[in-house]
């Protein structure tokens, strides 16, 4: 069934305010909701604004059961969703670039594309709420504003989520909704979130199994599959490449791009070239943290900035960052920067 239930595939594996600042005068929707909920005028330029919640789940369909539940929000195609207590969690993991998997208790995570539509429904309504009025030009999304001038129902296909109780993050934070009431023609659920966390950054393997190896290479840099979210992971692989001085001309080596390290300019190949190549170099047997995003960022300030998502992720710097050069900024080009790292 294309819309089942996502109080089913969550319940069915089960184990078993401060007032809002109000808005005035002739303002646009989106003026409205930014103004009433203290949002910034644009998202911030770096991967550290995904959002961790928790609080209390009650399935209305199954006699009001509440669960206790913690998620994860990494992007609007990436979730983590946690469900039950303490050793009884079930674990639904979204990222729709990958795949889509259910553990439940005493199992093995397994693949779980049955969940895959729903799930990604609901992560790209989740994401689009928070964000409010950032995405609000995405015309795929419906919603009314209330008296406050917060978003009170938003809607995405055949779901549709009325939210109430904002609170916000801090004496300046942002206000963000505590209370979600799910409605869809076969879900009815309650989510009423006691803690939230903007400003989180996870790594791209909290959204997958444990042994999930995925095709994540570092100089990934014109993939259609990518969604336009940032990705920061963790690689192991070698590279190979040519510094300036040594480079001849493009047309007579395989496919590569220009890196910037260290203010010096290198040829990476995109893979290890199998003809000879007159002084070709190599980096082989280190682990890199991968920063790869489609926001407009400064070659330097890139390389700075994953310096610094690796000492928040645990990781010490084992050298100086790589950044890798782009002829356009359009959104079908990712920005890509490399730290050599160790685990702390």
């Given amino acids: 069934m294309r819309y089942l239930a996502l109080s089913f595939l969550l319940f069915a594996i089960c184990a078993c305010a401060e007032d809002a600042p109000t808005t005035s005068g002739n303002l646009s929707p989106d003026q409205q909701i930014s103004k009433a909920r203290n949002m910034p005028k644009a998202p911030p ?66 693949e779980y594309p049955s969940g895959a539509e729903v799930l990604t429904i609901e992560t790209e309504l989740r994401w689009f709420i928070m964000r409010m009025p950032w995405d609000n030009n995405d015309s795929r999304f419906l919603f009314e504003i209330g008296e406050s001038g917060m978003p009170s129902k938003v809607s995405l296909d055949q779901t549709t989520v009325e939210l109430s109780e904002y609170q916000p993050l801090g004496k300046k934070g942002a206000y963000y909704p505590t209370v979600w009431r799910w409605k869809s023609p076969t879900d009815n659920r309650t989510e009423v979130f006691s803690s939230l966390q903007d400003g989180a950054l996870f790594l791209d393997n909290a959204f997958a199994p444990p042994s999930f190896n995925p095709l ?129």
């Avoid at 006699?63 to 979730?79: F, H």
């Avoid at 590279?239 to 290198?266: A, C, I, M, N, Q």
């Fill in 216 to 344: 994540n290479s570092m100089r990934l840099a014109h993939s259609t599959a990518e969604s336009l979210a940032d990705r920061v992971g963790i690689v192991e692989e070698d590279f190979f490449f040519v510094t300036e001085k040594d480079f001849t001309k493009e047309d007579d080596l395989p496919k590569g791009w220009w890196w910037l390290s260290s203010d010096k300019r290198y040829f990476v190949f995109e893979e290890q070239p199998k003809m000879q190549i007159e002084n070709i170099r190599s980096r082989s047997g280190k682990t890199w943290l991968r920063w790869a995003t489609y926001n407009d960022i400064g070659l330097r300030i890139g390389m700075n900035q994953v310096v610094e998502i690796a000492k928040r992720a645990g990781y010490s710097p084992s050298g100086p960052p790589w950044g890798k050069e782009i002829k356009s900024r359009s959104r079908k080009r990712l920005s890509v920067f490399l730290v050599p790292v160790e685990k702390d």
């Fill in 45 to 110: 330029a770096t991967p550290s604004k995904h959002f961790r919640m928790s609080g209390k789940i009650t399935f209305h369909d199954y006699s009001d059961a509440t669960q206790q539940g913690e998620l994860w929000l990494g992007g609007p195609g990436r979730m983590r969703f946690a469900i039950g207590g303490d050793g009884l969690k079930n674990i639904i993991l979204l990222d729709t670039v990958n795949g889509c998997w259910k553990k439940t208790p005493g199992e093995d995570f397994a």
